[in-house]
C-alpha cells in the first residue's frame, strides 16, 4: 500500500438531511461535498467536516447493510469533538436537540469535558484542553480517583 493512510468516520442516519441540519447547527458542521441523492430523496452520500476533520453521512439503507444507532438500538461509538469553549459548545448542541447526557466538569486528566447523545443515536464527548498533565501527575492523579496505590 503506498500513501498515506486515513480513517473517516461514516455515520448513518434515519433521515440524513435532518442529521446535516442537525450537525451544522449544534456543531458549526459545513457541508463540504456534493450531497448524492436518489430519486426517493434518500441521501446516499454527504461529506462535512468539522474543524479540518471530515466525516461521511448518509441515510439507512438496510438492504445494504447501512442501519442506524436508531434502528440498532444505540451505538458503541462516541466522537470525541475537541472545542475552545466546552459549555458554550454544550449549550449550542443542546439548543439544536442533543440530550445532556453528563454535563460538562474538569476532568482529572486536564480537560474539561461533558457527553451529549445527538437526535440520531451518536454519543458526542465534548472536550476543552485546560491544563497539561504531566505523565507522573496524571498517573498520581488517576491512583487518587480510583483508589489505587
Given at each position: 500500500?503506498?500513501?498515506?493512510?486515513?480513517?473517516?468516520?461514516?455515520?448513518?442516519?434515519?433521515?440524513a438531511?435532518?442529521?446535516?441540519?442537525?450537525?451544522?447547527?449544534?456543531?458549526?458542521?459545513?457541508?463540504?461535498?456534493?450531497?448524492?441523492?436518489?430519486?426517493?430523496?434518500?441521501?446516499?452520500?454527504?461529506?462535512?467536516?468539522?474543524?479540518?476533520?471530515?466525516?461521511?453521512?448518509?441515510?439507512?439503507?438496510?438492504?445494504?447493510?447501512?442501519?442506524?444507532?436508531?434502528?440498532?438500538?444505540?451505538?458503541?461509538?462516541m466522537?470525541?469533538l475537541?472545542?475552545?469553549?466546552?459549555?458554550?459548545?454544550?449549550k449550542?448542541?443542546?439548543?439544536?436537540?442533543?440530550?445532556?447526557?453528563?454535563?460538562?466538569e474538569?476532568?482529572?486528566?486536564?480537560?474539561?469535558?461533558?457527553?451529549?447523545?445527538?437526535?440520531?443515536?451518536?454519543?458526542?464527548?465534548?472536550?476543552?484542553?485546560?491544563?497539561?498533565?504531566?505523565?507522573?501527575?496524571?498517573?498520581?492523579?488517576?491512583?487518587?480517583?480510583?483508589?489505587?496505590?
Amino acid at each position: 500500500m503506498t500513501g498515506q493512510q486515513t480513517i473517516t468516520a461514516y455515520l448513518i442516519a434515519d433521515k440524513a438531511a435532518d442529521a446535516i441540519d442537525f450537525y451544522i447547527k449544534a456543531f458549526g458542521a459545513k457541508e463540504t461535498g456534493a450531497r448524492i441523492a436518489g430519486p426517493d430523496g434518500k441521501i446516499g452520500h454527504a461529506e462535512l467536516t468539522i474543524g479540518g476533520d471530515s466525516f461521511y453521512l448518509a441515510d439507512e439503507f438496510p438492504d445494504m447493510g447501512a442501519r442506524s444507532p436508531k434502528s440498532l438500538g444505540g451505538s458503541p461509538v462516541m466522537f470525541t469533538l475537541q472545542v475552545a469553549d466546552v459549555d458554550s459548545a454544550m449549550k449550542q448542541a443542546a439548543d439544536a436537540g442533543a440530550e445532556v447526557t453528563r454535563a460538562a466538569e474538569d476532568q482529572f486528566y486536564g480537560e474539561r469535558s461533558g457527553h451529549v447523545l445527538d437526535p440520531f443515536g451518536y454519543r458526542w464527548a465534548l472536550s476543552q484542553h485546560i491544563e497539561d498533565v504531566p505523565p507522573d501527575e496524571l498517573k498520581r492523579r488517576a491512583a487518587a480517583l480510583y483508589g489505587e496505590t
